[in-house]
């Protein structure tokens, strides 16, 4: 709902800004004191997502009308503005009254420039613009969009700290190119461990090369690994109860290491899944 006119846009522009920089305040304050991450209002950098997700392609879709709580993050000014595009200082003061001037005077206002990553936008161009949308109360505002399409689903990415998961992900994906049904099942909570199942799947892969006496490209050894490996195994665990409340891939990595530090095997047997189930005892 847009704040209430007194009569006198001037003034009523300069209140904007002062509530605005009021709510940034108290809401570092609030962070604080419930000693949150430091990442929850700091604007998400569009590079580092990207990266994280890895980018493939672009292209410019045109005009848009995009919610406001869509846009969570910049290009490049990220340091003007909190996560909520509320002023983290007066520096930005003088152009915020203007364009909040112009906006309660009713006068046309340019759209902003924004990337789209799945269902979120950083902002290209137009800071001041979304800061002062947000402290009038709207619920959305015109954009011009570039569509950015990347490797990995930007699902679940809120907070700064989510792009350290996506990131080791995307790694992993690119060591193990799984695919479909296959890409989506294999997930770890802890991210450290996808790089510790990527080189259990690759030295996996190099011992089925030594065994067929043929050279196997990635995507290959990732459909037998996948295949013939990880589902009858988890399959196994399934049928010994020893998932728990692990991922069904955080239950194979688990057993596959303990495989061979307890046995020094590379072998699934009833000798193997009995010696487990004695040590979950």
């Known amino acids: ?144 969009v570039v569509e950015v399409r990347t490797k990995l689903n930007p699902e679940g990415i809120r907070h700064r700290g989510d792009l350290i998961v996506k990131d080791y992900r995307r790694l992993f994906l690119e060591r193990v190119p799984l695919r479909g049904e296959a890409r989506a099942a294999v997930v770890m ?10 080189e259990h799947v690759e030295a996996w892969g190099f011992r089925l090369m030594q065994d067929e006496g043929t050279m196997l490209d990635r995507a290959t050894v990732a459909r037998r690994w996948y295949d013939d490996e990880y589902l009858p195994v988890v399959r196994m665990l399934r049928q010994a109860d020893l998932v728990g409340t692990r991922t069904e891939a955080e239950a194979y990595l688990w057993v596959a290491c303990e495989r061979y530090r307890l046995m020094r095997t590379h072998r699934w047997d009833d000798e193997f899944f009995q010696t487990m189930r004695a040590q979950q005892s």
Do not use: C
């Not at 709580?69 to 007066?90: E, H, K, L, M, N």
């Not at 909570?189 to 990527?198: I, N, P």
């Open 1 to 144: 709902m847009k704040n209430r006119d007194t009569g006198f846009p001037q003034a009523d522009a300069e209140h904007d800004f002062l509530r605005a920089r009021r709510r940034q305040v108290l809401s570092r304050l609030s962070t604080w004191l419930r000693r949150e991450p430091d990442d929850v209002n700091i604007m998400l950098p569009f590079d580092e997502v990207v990266r994280a997700l890895g980018k493939v392609g672009e292209r410019r879709i045109g005009t848009r009308v995009v919610r406001l709580d869509s846009i969570v993050g910049s290009v490049d000014r990220g340091r003007d503005f909190d996560r909520r595009f509320r002023p983290t200082s007066a520096r930005v003061r003088q152009r915020w009254e203007r364009l909040a001037l112009a906006s309660r005077r009713g006068e046309h206002i340019p759209p902003i420039e924004v990337y789209r990553v799945g269902d979120l936008h950083f902002v290209i161009d137009g800071h001041h613009r979304v800061s002062v949308a947000f402290a009038l109360g709207l619920t959305s505002i015109e954009a011009a």
């Open 189 to 198: 909570t802890d991210h450290w461990k996808y790089a510790q199942l990527g």
